[in-house]
Nanobody, 126 residues
Framework: QVLLEESGGGSVQAGDSLRLSCAASGRTFSSLAMGWFRQGPGKEREREFVAAISWTGRRTSYADSVKGRFTVSRDNAKNTGYLQINSLKPEDTAVYYC?????????????????WGQGTQVSVSS
């Protein structure tokens, strides 16, 4: 079993930056791939892929809508993953979830992931 806890969300202005964290416990974090997904207002049945990073950290993937603004990283020594979000836009408003799974690579599909956090709210005003 893996427990994931996100933090770092908040209410910000367009153009601001945030750093989301995902703290993991219960299983060796370094053996897990990690992904970030988001669920925007009115999209309760859809979790949109944002970014992912392999367990080694050497492979990453991003949604086209966030490339150049979001950076995914991890610190296996701290059992923590990160999502740096720059140049925030109102359309980035969503609940952001981190997820973890035991597989190679940086998967972009939510079904690949076995463990999920409770989410952290990011609200961006114009």
């Amino acid at each position: 079993q893996v427990l994931l806890e996100e933090s770092g969300g908040g209410s910000v202005q367009a153009g601001d930056s945030l750093r989301l964290s995902c703290a993991a416990s219960g299983r060796t974090f370094s053996s897990l791939a990690m992904g970030w997904f988001r669920q925007g207002p009115g999209k309760e049945r859809e979790r949109e892929f944002v970014a992912a990073i392999s367990w080694t950290g050497r492979r990453t993937s991003y949604a086209d809508s966030v490339k150049g603004r979001f950076t995914v990283s991890r610190d296996n020594a701290k059992n923590t993953g990160y999502l740096q979000i720059n140049s925030l836009k109102p359309e980035d408003t969503a609940v952001y979830y981190c997820a973890a799974g035991l597989f190679m690579g940086a998967a972009m599909t939510s079904g690949e992931y076995d463990y999920w956090g409770q989410g952290t709210q990011v609200s961006v005003s114009s």
